[in-house]
């Protein structure tokens, strides 16, 4: 079965960056709404920014101005581009993506570590 696939985690420390990639495991049609969550120990998981196929873009208040989420509508990728990281983005960031046919299923990642040291 298909699922999304992420790449790009790692260790940073704090004021650095990364760049997360996630595509999906096999062949499937196109995507339509496409997201990054981010699951911090101990917390809940939260959307940390969305874009539409359109390239429409929402974001959490806490990665405003330097997270940037994008997208290769070609491959069905979803990229997030992440700056000026911060010890509390630490935490497992997953990759969420919803088939434009109906049922408008959901497919996740298991998601890319991202730890930022202090």
């Known amino acids: 079965q298909v699922h999304m696939v992420e790449s790009g985690g790692g260790l940073v420390r704090q004021g650095g960056s990364l760049r997360l990639s996630c595509a999906p495991s096999?062949?499937?049609?196109?995507?339509?709404?496409m997201g990054w969550y981010h699951q911090a120990p101990g917390k809940q998981r939260e959307l940390v920014a969305g874009?539409?196929?359109?390239?429409?873009?929402n974001y959490a208040d806490s990665v405003k101005g330097r997270f940037t989420v994008s997208r290769d509508n070609a491959q069905n990728t979803v990229y997030l581009q992440m700056n000026s990281l911060k010890p509390e983005d630490t935490g497992v960031y997953l990759c969420n993506a919803r088939g434009s046919w109906y049922p408008y299923p959901q497919y996740w990642g298991r998601g890319t570590q991202v730890t930022v040291s202090s």
């Open positions: 096999g062949i499937i049609g196109r995507f339509d709404n």
């Open positions: 874009i539409t196929s359109g390239g429409m873009t």
